[in-house]
């Protein structure tokens, strides 16, 4: 009951000086959403991209070339407009006006046809280098189309042993085209462990301020030495242990509520619109993450000698492990060494649970990434206990 008093009396004083609602809930849902609506375009893989084309030929193999952009324009991939010259295509191109443009010289269809020599000329804005491999990469998969054509005629009039008739190659080659191609790269729907970016932001910055925000409870230790309570507390009929456990309460209760503001804030509020998962197993994990962070924040309490050293200490160890654990941008995309470090922090395992369970795993396909979050606290709060009795003292 003296553990429940003393942390009912820090819970007053928290949100009596709003110190709790900053960094527990306006701070990582804030940065949540400036993250969000920073960089949601580029982790989705969506980008607008413009492009020009340019048709100097004006025969039937430029006009399905012009067919195809027209295609994937009306299919919300790009945007294309026309360009009546190719200088002004350059200019354009030079100018940022579109990303990239495409021009047909002229004689192109005439010299597919004929088995002669092309090409298409692609002209990108050196600021805009994804779209101008975009650009290429859209050329070069219809002259590859244009290249098979070709062999394939090549080998027909081959086995027929005669030479095409006037206007025969040109009429062959664009039926060539029109065939399916036999062999293509298609995708199908599967279930993800990748987080959607405003699932990833939200938990990062969920997990990260989930560090600072229990510091208010076990800090409080070192607050009751620095007020002179501390004298008052010892001298009163409790044990030593409730004055831990009181401190250790209040940041278990200050974490949980935090995170469970966070979680449904960041699931309803529309910029947003996170998709943690099954709630159960987001759960477990967020309990395995408020241990993660008790336990450290006893480490710090325990060798530091003043309330204003632990916070800045804490306030390092949190941001470095945020950074090293992925809760900005995702670690295993940088591979190697920094992977594996990443692995010895409970942020990287917090978010891995987070997309095992929104892969449809449920309950279970968290508890893995979980019991390694919750050991990291026990070991990590054990070997601060070892210490925190020095605290205790006037």
């Given at each position: ?5 003393i ?5 007053r004083?928290r ?11 306006v ?13 949601s375009g ?17 025969g039937p ?28 295509a350059?200019?354009k ?18 010299a597919?046809?004929?088995q002669?020599t ?5 002209v ?7 779209a101008?491999q ?5 050329a ?12 394939a005629l090549g ?8 030479f ?17 191609v ?20 939200s938990?990062g910055?969920a997990?990260?301020?989930l560090?600072?925000?229990v ?14 309570t ?12 409730s004055?831990?456990v ?5 940041s278990?209760?200050l974490?949980i509520?935090s ?6 804030a960041t ?7 996170a ?15 408020v ?6 924040m006893f480490v ?13 200490v804490?306030?390092?160890?949190a ?30 395992w917090?978010l891995r649970?987070?997309?095992?369970v ?9 508890f893995p ?5 919750a ?17 205790l003292?006037?």
């Open positions: 009951m003296a553990a429940v008093l942390a009912l009396k820090d819970l004083q949100l009596r000086d709003r110190s709790a609602y900053l960094w527990g809930i701070a990582p849902l804030g940065l949540a959403l400036i993250f969000s609506l920073l960089f580029i982790a989705s893989g969506s980008i607008n991209v413009k492009f020009s084309v340019t048709d100097l030929d004006g193999l430029a006009s399905q070339f012009a067919a195809v952009l027209e295609q994937l324009d009306e299919q919300g991939v790009l945007e294309v407009t026309s360009e009546p010259s190719a200088d002004a350059r200019q191109a030079a100018d940022g006006d579109v990303d990239a443009a495409l021009i047909i010289p002229e004689g192109f269809s005439a597919v046809s004929s002669g092309s090409a298409l000329e692609v990108a804005n050196v600021d805009s280098p994804i101008g975009v650009a290429r990469s859209v070069a998969g219809f002259v590859g189309q244009l290249n098979a054509a070709d062999t080998t027909y009039f081959g086995l027929e042993g005669r095409p008739e006037p206007g025969e190659a040109e009429h062959l080659a664009i039926e060539a085209l029109s065939q399916p036999p062999l293509a790269l298609a995708e199908t729907t599967a279930n993800s462990k990748e987080l959607s970016s405003d699932t990833f932001y938990a910055m997990i990260m301020f560090f600072l925000t510091q208010f409870g076990v800090l409080g230790l070192l607050e009751e030495r620095q007020n002179g501390m004298g008052r507390l010892l001298a009163a009929p409790i044990s030593r242990r004055i831990v009181g401190k250790a309460l209040t278990f209760i974490g509520v995170m469970a503001v966070l979680v449904a699931t309803l509020l529309p910029p947003l619109k998709s943690w998962g099954n709630s159960l197993g987001v759960a477990i994990l967020v309990l395995a993450g241990i993660a962070a008790m336990g450290i710090v309490a325990a060798v530091a000698r003043t309330p204003e050293q632990a916070s800045n804490q306030s390092i160890i941001f470095v492990l945020a950074m090293l654990g992925g809760s900005f941008f995702p670690v295993s995309q940088a591979g190697g060494f920094i992977e594996k470090l990443s692995l010895i922090t409970p942020h990287a917090f649970g987070l997309g095992d929104a892969a449809g795993g449920g309950p279970g396909a968290a990434s979980a019991l390694y979050v050991l990291f606290g026990i070991v990590t709060g054990g070997l601060a206990m070892f210490r925190v009795g020095k605290v003292k006037p």
